[in-house]
């Protein structure tokens, strides 16, 4: 990632998840361990397909498509809790780690992320880049979440940058879409990092 032009953009724009931690293994697992106690099936498949979406969101989704009612707030309560039990074994995407740590104070730079604020930053403090960011741009912060492009926009506001002028690091389909929708350039993590599949 040496090659990459920094010159090139206003602002960086990181998602969290699958980008600046290899965290997606640990959030399926505490998956299964929330839609074990409801009786909901949740492939690997599909869980990386909704990847940037926001518990809330997912647990609902998987509701309504089983027919059944759901303790929202308990059941995003249990998935974040079974997540950071298990947050000691999230190694750093360490080629992303060093993009920031080159860029920081040369660059202004964000997280957005489809996570709550709270968790994204036992994340961040835990793969070292505790207050390395401008701002953190979480699921608390937009009524809409990507793939539309609203959390991208929001970080482009706070940092007083174009959006145009940004470009932004993800690892799923819906983040880059988004970071479409906004106008952004992108740099898809998973043409250099795959993420520990559970399954076969």
């Known amino acids: 990632m040496s090659i990459w032009p920094l010159q090139d953009h206003d602002a960086i724009l990181f998602d969290c998840d699958g980008t600046l931690a290899d965290t997606m293994p640990a959030h399926y697992l505490a998956w299964l361990h ?23 969101d997912i647990v609902a989704t998987l509701a309504r498509e089983a027919g059944i009612e759901i303790d929202l707030d308990r059941a995003v309560h249990a998935k974040e809790e079974a997540f950071l039990s298990r947050l000691a074994h999230v190694e750093a995407i360490d080629p992303v780690v ?17 996570g709550h604020r709270a968790v994204c930053e036992r994340i961040l403090a835990h793969v070292g880049l505790d207050g390395a960011f401008d701002t953190v ?18 970080a482009a506001r706070r940092l007083a940058v174009r959006p145009g002028h940004c470009v932004v690091w993800e690892d799923s389909d819906l983040g880059i879409a988004a970071a479409e929708r906004a106008g952004m350039d992108w740099v898809d993590v998973r043409s250099f990092h795959a993420p520990k599949r559970h399954t076969p």
Do not use: Q, W
């Open 34 to 56: 929330v839609t074990g106690i409801h009786g909901l099936e949740f492939d690997e498949n599909r869980f990386y397909a909704m990847g940037g979406r926001p518990t809330r």
């Open 137 to 154: 741009v979480a699921s608390e912060d937009t009524i809409r979440h990507k793939p539309d492009p609203d959390p991208f926009l929001e």
């Open 98 to 114: 060093d993009v920031v740590r080159r860029c920081r104070g040369r660059i202004p730079i964000a997280v957005v992320t489809g």
